[in-house]
């Protein structure tokens, strides 16, 4: 399966957390993060995201979002002169 199916399956497994086939994603999961389109990135944070709301929070995904937030930031890079915040997220 892709990554979001992936990380959706993770979330409803019933019993013990795969915590194997989540590792087993791990690079995948990591280059996904950095280089694919912006839009598929969103969509792993939001499945990532959904994945640290299970009850006693069993698959780390604290560094996958770091890792996302820097690489967006850099993305993003400083304000032009003028340009406002309300102006870099109407691009």
């Known amino acids: 399966p892709d990554l979001i199916e992936l990380l959706q399956q993770l979330r409803h497994a019933d019993g ?8 087993a994603a791990a690079g995948p999961l ?17 499945a990532l995201a959904m994945l640290g709301t299970l009850p006693e929070r069993p698959y ?20 032009r002169d003028g340009e406002t915040i309300v102006d870099r997220a109407a691009e």
């Open 60 to 79: 780390a995904i604290g560094s996958y979002m770091l890792l996302f937030l820097e690489e967006y930031i850099a993305m993003l890079g400083a304000l």
């Open 16 to 23: 013990e957390p795969q915590l194997a086939n989540f590792e």
């Open 30 to 46: 990591r280059r996904a993060l950095v280089d694919a389109p912006l839009a598929e990135r969103l969509d792993l944070v939001r």
